[in-house]
């Protein structure tokens, strides 16, 4: 991570963006090969890798690039991926799912310290805090690597300004698929920089549903019954003063969408911020 020494978290982060900054999008052009600094796997179907990052590339927490590797034919395979760190650090990373017989991941999931992989300049995304108008609580909603832009939003000292206070529930089938959103939140906490801020003002809330958790159930469920609400001693959902940030499968944004929509949540945009706003984790059903 970015190495600061300046005493206040929020100057030494704004000194770290204005370095960044002193390379404009466009100016620098960003080549469209990072390679590889570390890569962690968490289960047989998960892992996350940080890469270097080229000077010249810029982009907002919570958003995605195109990343990708070149295949045998010399063709580059290329996918959207949410980028996990947040835009002042000084790598990138990026939390992955494998599908067996997926064009990229079955490639993907061998790479090691020192590989290249395609980044693509351009970054872009839904989960902007413009979107939003301001409230006192934000929600982030996740289920499996869906937690990816969220990794990047909670170390983001923006949130904490907007907002009192930030919920981020994270749901999985299993305890072992937490282990990625279990680490960055124990990271961030623990920060010179942010862990002050994010002690105070984060509440993690990881759910498994196939298996013995302290907390068990679909998200969907732990917002209709109120039992989230309630758990962390807080009001009802309410547009007055909640926002929400929602990153799933097709399901879970549908089915959290029309929850919001009965309780008169408006989805927010750039021309017209709003209360929510939604991106995909994924395109397809799941595996
Ligand atoms: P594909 O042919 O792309 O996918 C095959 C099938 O696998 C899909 O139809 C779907 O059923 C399933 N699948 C794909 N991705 C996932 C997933 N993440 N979780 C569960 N099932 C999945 N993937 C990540 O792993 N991390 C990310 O941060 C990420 N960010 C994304 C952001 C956006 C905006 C979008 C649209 C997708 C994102 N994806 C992410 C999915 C990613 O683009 C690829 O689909 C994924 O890496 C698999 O690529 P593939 O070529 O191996 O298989
Ligand atoms: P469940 O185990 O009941 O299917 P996946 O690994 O399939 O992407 O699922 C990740 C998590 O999201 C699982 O806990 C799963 O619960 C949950 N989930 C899947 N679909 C929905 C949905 N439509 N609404 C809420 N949670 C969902």
């Not at 570390?38 to 940080?50: I, P």
């Not at 939003?132 to 923006?158: H, K, S, V």
């Not at 927010?268 to 397809?284: C, K, M, Q, T």
Request: net charge negative; aromatic share 8%; charged share 20%.
């Amino acid at each position: 991570m970015t190495q600061l020494q300046n005493p206040s978290p929020l100057a030494a982060l704004d000194q770290a963006n204005k370095s960044l900054a002193s390379h404009p999008k466009g100016g620098i052009s960003a080549p469209d090969q990072v390679t590889v600094t570390a890569v962690t796997h968490w289960t047989d179907k998960l892992f996350s890798f940080q890469t270097d990052r080229p000077p010249g590339f810029r982009f907002q927490s919570g958003e995605f690039a195109m990343i990708g590797l070149v295949d045998d034919e010399g063709k580059a395979v290329t996918r959207a991926y949410s980028i996990a760190s947040p835009h002042w650090d000084d790598h990138l990373e990026f939390y992955s799912i494998i599908v067996p017989d997926g064009p990229l991941t079955s490639r993907l999931r061998h790479v090691q310290i020192g590989d290249k992989i395609i980044l693509r300049s351009k970054t872009t995304g839904t989960l902007g805090l413009a979107r939003l108008r301001d409230g006192q609580r934000l929600y982030l909603l996740a289920t499996g690597t869906g937690f990816a832009p969220f990794a990047a939003l909670i170390r983001d000292p923006e949130i904490y300004e907007r907002f009192e206070q930030v919920i981020l529930v994270h749901g999985c089938r299993t305890i072992a698929e937490l282990g990625y959103s279990q680490k960055i939140v124990a990271d961030s906490r623990a920060h010179p920089l942010i862990g002050e801020m994010v002690t105070r003002q984060l509440h993690y809330v990881p759910s498994v549903t196939r298996e013995n958790f302290t907390q068990t159930g679909r998200i969907t469920t732990l917002l209709a019954d109120g039992k989230l609400a309630s758990s962390l001693s807080l009001p009802p959902l309410d547009p007055a003063f909640d926002r929400i940030m929602i990153c799933g499968s097709i399901g879970l944004n549908q089915d959290i969408a029309a929850q919001l929509l009965e309780k008169n949540f408006h989805e927010g945009n750039l021309s017209s911020p709003g209360d929510y706003v939604i991106e995909r984790a994924f395109v397809g059903d799941g595996i």
